[in-house]
């Protein structure tokens, strides 16, 4: 069966546009999540064009009954892009146009395998801005974002991935092509389907073109980086911001485990001996800068910060931020594998939260590297771990599973911006409730009755 696949495959697409050997495919057999034992060698690797031969595409996997799980980048930490069950990985690294911006409208319309850094930087030379920011939008494509719904430092301030699409062209699993939303500001003009594809992680349908919000680029920006010596104070210390009306356009978090191993691996300059820190950015008009940083400095000393430092240029605005988003790769250097985890409760239960999966870390002999966008009550532990030592791997999965049950007694949920895929499918019912998880599944037969999208991740 397979070769009949292939040479319909390559009837449909170019040649070099499918991969079939052993190597071309190990090496779309896993993504960034990590996971133990989940390396899972697709059938083919397919580049697609354009829309067309995504559409034949669909209709061959319907043809032998084969799943088709997409792939931008494949940096998603869940497993949400491992072809878990064989299939068709669908590569979206040659569709990556940016077809449209358009100034007025402030709106741009794109192909799914442009990268967000990119598009980003593009659409900023015109002066405007789109802020959905995942720590790693160097690599990671706009498909692939609006799969997860992925989210960033500045979602304090400007929302997810989910608040700027305002369109979308997708192939559904029987290969028609559905239009959703619109390209307009506000719609209210039936369901809204958008949201629906949004964070599906691919198992609805195929993004092939997305028409995004933007809006005016802020004309400045600066970064603190506040220290305190417990954790409890920084955590007052973002409420205490919050509760002044500023908004920052981000506010971050590092325990002082991620600030030793970043400073241990990438130094900085950071201050070790220090129980936490905050990166706080705020932007705005050239005029309200120092308005809004010393409000912020005043707050930060009232909650008993213990040194403050702020960025006065690029260079120091880009050294902070480098520093915060090195933790995942410094905490990698401490063991063979880090696992890494976006797990977010109300404000309000955050410092519970931070204590908990400390104790529980500590009780399961883990070391444990805290980070977060913590003005969004969202943390990520980075738990390093050797994966060949079946006494700490089986160590880790009780400490996860404990970590997930106190976010759950915190009225928090799973995932805030990472997405369930194959990661935390399992666990999916302790936060979302069964009649929810039923709805879910009726929605997934209705759009993909024969289960060939991406199936089994989520649930
Ligand atoms: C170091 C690091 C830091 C990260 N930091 C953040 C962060 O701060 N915030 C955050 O939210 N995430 C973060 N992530 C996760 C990652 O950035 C997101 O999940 C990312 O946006 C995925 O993009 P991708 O192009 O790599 O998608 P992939 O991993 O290739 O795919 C992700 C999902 O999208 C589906 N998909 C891809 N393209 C399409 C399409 N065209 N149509 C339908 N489905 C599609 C895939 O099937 C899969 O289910 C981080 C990851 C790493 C490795």
Known sequence: MLNNLYSDLKKTLSNENVLTTLEERYAYSLDASNLKDLRSLPDVVVFAENIEQVQKIVQLANKYNIPIICRGAGTNVVGSCIAEHGGIV???????????????????????????????????????FYPPDPSNLAVSTIGGSI????????????????????????????????????????????YNLNTLFVGSEGTLGIVVE?????????ESKKVLMAYFDTVEEAVSAVNAVIEHKISPSAMDFMDKNAIQTVEKFYPANLLTNKEAALVIEIDGFECSMNYQENIIVSILKSCNASAIKASHNNEEYEKIWTARRSSMGACAKLKPNVTTDDIIVPRQNLAKLVFGIREICEKYNLEVCMIGHIGDGSIHPQIPIDYTNKDEYNRYKLAKSEIYDLTAKLNGILSGEHGIGIEKRDY?????????????RQIKKTFDPNNILNPYKIF
């Open 210 to 218: 997305a028409t995004l919000k933007l809006i005016p680029k802020p």
């Open 147 to 190: 799969a997860q719904n992925s989210g960033g430092a500045k979602s304090f301030k400007y929302g997810t991935t989910k608040d700027y699409v305002l369109g979308l062209k997708v192939v559904t699993a029987d290969g028609k092509i559905l239009k959703t939303g619109s390209n307009t500001i506000k719609n209210a003009t039936g």
């Open 90 to 128: 669908l590569n979206f690294s040659k569709m990556n146009k940016i077809i449209e911006i358009n100034k007025e409208n402030m709106t741009a319309i794109v192909e799914p395998g442009v990268i967000l850094g990119q598009f980003q930087k593009d659409v900023e030379k015109l002066g405007l």
């Open 428 to 440: 999916i019912s302790k936060v979302v409730n069964c009649d929810a998880l039923n709805y879910m």
